[in-house]
């Protein structure tokens, strides 16, 4: 494996910390995979004292990740400044070392809320919920035509919110209360900051030995920002904390049911809330989860998809309404088809039932060509790991080059094009008409891979999914005719911030026209 070698011990690899112009070609996964056509797919690096690792194919990273052979690539590094200044302790399970806390909170996270059964069982009722109201908005602030432009990541935010502050601690967000949304909009302001200043080569210092870091920090101004980040998260998981102790406790008691005028909707209500995180947490008698331990749930739940999945719809929009206007239609139809041409059983049951193999490719295809997270979430080896012919040693960290991967020629032909078919296997039928299901065998890496894969992408592919069918049942694209340019769709060149841990797209239009109701109801 080689090193690519730079010729200060210390400093080696800090100038790729030092953000550029802001060009889509600065972009780290772009220099890493740049290193990789001289080095080859995997090399290591030194930046300031760590050993890293960097893979950038498809293939080499599937072996380093996912391998039967590669063990003890499983944890993720410490760094001082996201670590011990921003978090003081508390993290979100992607964020945790690996260790028994770790293991207690993923395997309690994924059985009470992110896994299939309770995606299936569960969950799509709130996500369904949340979208019809997110939808009503949007029409109702429009009057037949709607302009969507960057109000739609807001709105999705808010969306991803509300699901994730239901289930977690059956908390109703309601944006239109001007109080609820002062503090949504806080926590989305919190939480982007946090992405922001948290990318693998953002924070230099955390490279350098302990004495050099300490001297540069008492210097440095970054303490004083991560600490009000820090207050500012903890004030709203206290307050969430609290709410869902009352709510526990009012339902132990009884009172509960004396905001209710109709008892029956009471106890159903009721035994949903008992569904929630929190009500579990403090249901458990047994207390097999520490208080840590279900902090770092609740913020795994809050923060974990707040960006990624409305950037990722933002940029699916994006695609589908400003270049693909054919590809929206085709999948208006496939709904249509999966629900017998019947509009009204299509948008209520395309949460619960998934039927529509084309948006399944309309979500896979966004997911990779956008790459949310290019290089991933960094990790950690706990043990040697074997590499062809070289060691890896433990300790070692490793980056993931995800927009590398997703867009490695040899498994995505014209990687840079947006071709929900390459996801598709087509049969033709009896009556020569064209079937679609999912071809199981192409796998993209944007919600990483092997055993820290996100936790969260069955939830989120399913909040993608309900979003896409329902805006593309509702909406028609309504291209504009004069005068607008059309931004770029190649993802890091809409980026804002191609230093940050996430691709953030600039702000475009995307205009949009409600479908013809009358036509609806008669089609259905
Ligand atoms: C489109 C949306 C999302 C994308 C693209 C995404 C992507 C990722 C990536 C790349 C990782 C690192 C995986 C690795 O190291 O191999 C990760 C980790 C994780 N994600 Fe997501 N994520 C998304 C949404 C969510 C949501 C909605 C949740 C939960 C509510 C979630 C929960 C997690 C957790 C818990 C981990 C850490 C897993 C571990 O370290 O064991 N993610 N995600």
């Not at 003890?72 to 945790?96: A, D, E, M, Q, W």
Request: glycine share 4%; charged share 25%; net charge neutral.
């Amino acid at each position: 494996m080689a090193h690519v070698y730079t010729p200060f011990p210390i400093l080696n690899g800090l100038e790729m910390m030092i953000p550029k112009i802001k060009r889509a070609e600065d972009s780290f996964c772009l220099q890493f995979y740049r290193f990789s056509k001289i080095y080859g797919d995997v090399y290591q690096i030194h930046i300031g004292t760590r050993l890293i690792v960097v893979a950038n194919s498809f293939d080499s990273i599937k072996e380093l990740w996912a391998s039967k052979n590669v063990k003890g690539n499983n944890s993720r590094p410490l760094g001082y400044s996201f670590h011990k200044v921003l978090s003081k302790g508390v993290y979100t399970i992607g964020t945790t070392p690996a260790g028994e806390s770790y293991k207690n909170a993923r395997k309690n996270i994924s059985e009470n809320v992110l896994c299939e059964k309770r995606n299936n069982d569960f969950n799509y009722v709130v996500m369904n919920k949340f979208c019809d109201l997110m939808i009503d908005r949007l029409i109702h602030n429009s009057s037949d035509k709607v302009l969507i432009s960057n109000s739609i990541l807001r709105e999705t935010q808010y969306f991803h919110l509300a699901v994730a502050l239901w289930l977690t601690y059956g908390f109703e967000f309601n944006p239109e209360d001007p109080a609820h949304k002062i503090l949504a909009d806080k926590i989305i302001v919190v939480e982007n900051k946090i992405t922001k200043v948290r990318s693998h080569v953002q924070n230099s210092v955390d490279y350098l030995p302990f004495l050099l870091r300490k001297i540069i920090s008492l210097f440095s101004s970054k303490n004083e920002e991560f600490n009000e980040l820090y207050i500012a998260r903890e004030q709203y998981l206290e307050l969430f904390c609290s709410y869902s102790k009352k709510l526990y406790n009012d339902i132990k008691t009884g009172l509960i049911f004396q905001s209710y005028k109709d008892h029956e909707m009471a106890i159903n209500d009721v035994e949903d809330l008992k569904q929630t995180l929190m009500y579990t947490y403090f249901n458990d008698f047994n207390k097999r989860i520490t208080y840590e331990e279900i902090t770092s749930e609740c913020l795994t739940m809050v923060s974990a998809g707040l960006d990624n999945t409305p950037l990722n719809f933002k940029y699916g929009l994006h695609q589908l309404a400003n270049y693909h206007p054919e590809i929206w239609e085709q999948a208006y139809s496939e709904l249509m088809n999966s629900y017998d041409g019947n509009y009204m059983k299509a948008y209520d049951e395309c949460g619960a039932t998934m039927k529509c193999e084309y948006i399944k490719a309309i979500v896979q295809e966004t997911l990779r060509l956008f790459t949310v997270l290019p290089m991933a979430l960094p990790r950690e080896t706990t043990s040697d790991i074997y590499y062809k012919d070289s060691i890896i040693p433990k300790g070692t960290t490793l980056f993931l080059n995800c927009w590398a991967g997703n867009h490695d020629k040899k498994k995505f032909p014209d990687p840079m094009k947006f071709v929900p078919e390459r996801w598709l296997i087509t049969i033709v039928n009896d009556k020569m008409e064209k079937q679609y299901s999912i071809d199981s065998n192409i796998k993209h890496l944007a919600f990483g891979i092997g055993c820290r894969m996100c936790l969260g992408y069955n939830f989120a592919f399913r909040e993608l999914y309900i979003l896409f069918s329902k805006i593309i049942l509702k909406f028609e694209p309504a291209r504009k005719t004069s005068g607008s340019h059309i931004p770029s769709d190649n993802p890091l060149e809409l980026n804002m911030y191609p230093e940050s841990l996430a691709i953030e797209p600039i702000d475009f239009e995307i205009h949009l026209k409600v479908r013809n109701q009358y036509e609806l109801i008669v089609s259905g």
